[in-house]
């Protein structure tokens, strides 16, 4: 059984940064994919980046290419999503979650478990 617990968001304004972490409970976070989802009141949760199990391979929704970055900490059992020049559109409850298969991240919300009460991020323009 895996839970994540998010952390780090906050109110900010437009064109300002956060650092989102992910840290997982139980040892097999190391041996699969990890994503980041957001969801904003009334709308399903939507994809935002994921990881493979070794950091190599990323993806990222087209609203965050460019200003995104995700990554992860094995070690720590931590995954980060590094938010950059932030809009009001990205004001969100943001989570993390772990793939249910080994092998590359997908954009699906079923493909996913362990997820935590998430964190809010409010971006003021």
């Known amino acids: 059984q895996v839970l994540m617990v998010e952390s780090g968001g906050g109110l900010v304004q437009a064109g300002a940064s956060l650092r989102l972490s992910c840290v997982a409970s139980?040892?097999?976070?190391?041996?699969?994919?990890a994503a980041w989802f957001r969801q904003v009141p009334g709308k399903g949760r939507e994809f935002v980046a994921g990881?493979?199990?070794?950091?190599?391979?990323?993806d990222y929704a087209e609203a965050a290419k460019g200003r995104f970055s995700i990554s992860r900490d094995n070690a720590k059992n931590t995954v980060y999503l590094q938010m950059n020049n932030l809009r009001a559109d990205d004001t969100a409850v943001y989570y993390c979650?772990?793939?249910?298969?080994?092998?590359?991240?997908?954009?699906?919300?079923?493909?996913?478990?362990?997820w935590g009460q998430g964190t809010q991020v409010t971006v003021s323009s």
């Open positions: 990881v493979s199990r070794d950091g190599v391979n990323t």
């Open positions: 979650a772990l793939h249910r298969r080994q092998g590359l991240p997908s954009r699906y919300t079923v493909d996913y478990y362990g």
């Open positions: 139980g040892p097999i976070f190391a041996n699969f994919a």
